[in-house]
């Protein structure tokens, strides 16, 4: 898919950071969007914004962990434009920063169903509308982690290392329907994702407040949403498998391969 112009993109979580920069980076190429959040407030004024800006743009209330609210915000897409080329499958919440034995059972589920089951909920939702036309393409946010697991983000990695096998198996399946898919592989961005997450689940604040600093400093080099938001665009053009963000990362994902290479080569012949 190379020229935008047009083509309506429907993207989860964008009354915040990646979304909301993945949001301004389409409307700059004169996509149509359709943006979607859990905090119906923020997006509204995201809409809003992009409006001023120039965009064809509706927003619709959106909890990913709720396949109905799937098919609400979908139809609102499928009334206001007729159609959905591009799914941008990026809502998320951040992990507890615990050790894997300390997190509770119910938040590692809190996590999952919305990390996972909510971009579940998303492809099971539009592909459908994507097949019927024979062609489209579908963004879906993992992490860097997800293929180079941080300690101590037990849940968060788990529910993220999923979206790379799921993004895998799905792209495979979509190739023969004309649909590209792409997974995304952020490292850090500057974003809310750790105030985001409290406001949906206050009782995490206080599960965070009481688990000491186990992760420890993080020497990260942060980068803007809008940087992610352009990089996306360059990898829905060219049908990239992987969207990475950050040139060191390069160094740990080979690293992981190291690790396998050796094992493979430590078997006997
Ligand atoms: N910020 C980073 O460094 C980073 C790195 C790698 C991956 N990511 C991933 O990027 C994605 C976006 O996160 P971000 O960093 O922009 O954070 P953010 O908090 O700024 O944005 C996330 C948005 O998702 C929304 N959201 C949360 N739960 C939702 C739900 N159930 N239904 C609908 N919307 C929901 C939030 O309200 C928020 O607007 C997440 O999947 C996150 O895991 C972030």
Same mark, same amino acid.
């Given at each position: 898919?190379?020229?935008?112009?047009?083509?309506?993109?429907?993207?989860?979580?964008?009354?915040? !950071?990646?979304?909301?920069?993945?949001?301004?980076?389409?409307?700059? @190429?004169? #996509?149509? &969007?359709?943006?979607?959040?859990?905090?119906?407030?923020? +997006?509204?004024?995201?809409?809003?914004?992009?409006?001023?800006? !120039?965009?064809?743009?509706?927003?619709?209330? $959106?909890?990913?962990?709720?396949?109905?609210?799937?098919?609400?915000?979908?139809?609102?897409?499928?009334?206001?434009?007729?159609?959905?080329?591009?799914?941008?499958?990026?809502?998320?919440?951040? !992990?507890?920063?615990?050790?894997?034995?300390?997190?509770?059972?119910?938040?590692?589920?809190? #996590?999952?169903?919305?990390?996972?089951? !909510?971009?579940?909920?998303?492809?099971?939702?539009?592909?459908?509308?994507?097949?019927?036309?024979?062609? /489209?393409?579908?963004?879906? %946010?993992?992490?860097?982690? /997800?293929?180079?697991? &941080?300690?101590?983000?037990?849940?968060? #990695?788990?529910?993220?290392?999923?979206?790379?096998? =799921?993004?895998?198996?799905?792209?495979? *399946? =979509?190739?023969?329907?004309?649909? /590209?898919?792409? @997974? $995304?592989?952020?490292?850090?961005?500057?974003?809310? &994702?750790?105030?985001?997450?409290?406001?949906?689940?206050?009782?995490?604040?206080? &599960?965070?407040?009481?688990?000491?600093? @186990? +992760?420890?400093?993080?020497?990260?080099?942060?980068?803007?949403?809008? *940087? +992610?938001?352009?990089?996306?665009?360059? /990898?829905?053009?060219?049908?990239?498998?992987?969207?990475? %963000?950050?040139? *060191?990362?390069?160094?740990? @994902?080979?690293?992981?391969?190291?690790? #396998?290479?050796?094992?493979?080569?430590?078997?006997?012949?």
């Amino acid at each position: 898919m190379s020229n935008f112009t047009g083509q309506v993109a429907f993207i989860s979580g964008a009354g915040s !950071g990646i979304g909301r920069g993945i949001a301004e980076a389409f409307a700059a @190429v004169g #996509m149509k &969007l359709v943006v979607g959040d859990v905090d119906s407030e923020s +997006v509204r004024k995201v809409a809003a914004a992009l409006s001023d800006e !120039g965009a064809e743009v509706i927003s619709v209330d $959106l909890d990913v962990a709720d396949r109905a609210s799937w098919d609400a915000a979908t139809q609102n897409a499928q009334s206001e434009f007729g159609r959905i080329d591009i799914l941008c499958n990026n809502a998320g919440v951040a !992990g507890l920063t615990r050790a894997v034995e300390d997190i509770p059972i119910e938040e590692w589920r809190w #996590m999952t169903d919305i990390n996972l089951y !909510g971009l579940v909920h998303g492809l099971q939702c539009v592909i459908p509308k994507l097949k019927a036309k024979g062609s /489209g393409h579908i963004v879906n %946010t993992s992490s860097i982690g /997800g293929l180079v697991p &941080l300690p101590n983000f037990s849940e968060y #990695m788990a529910a993220k290392h999923a979206v790379i096998g =799921l993004s895998g198996s799905v792209r495979r *399946e =979509l190739e023969p329907f004309g649909i /590209g898919v792409s @997974v $995304l592989c952020p490292g850090a961005v500057r974003t809310a &994702l750790g105030e985001t997450t409290v406001r949906q689940r206050p009782g995490r604040a206080a &599960l965070a407040a009481a688990r000491g600093n @186990v +992760v420890g400093e993080l020497p990260w080099r942060y980068i803007e949403p809008i *940087e +992610v938001g352009r990089l996306t665009l360059k /990898g829905i053009a060219d049908n990239q498998a992987f969207i990475f %963000t950050h040139p *060191e990362n390069r160094a740990e @994902v080979e690293a992981e391969f190291d690790a #396998m290479r050796a094992a493979f080569d430590a078997l006997p012949n």
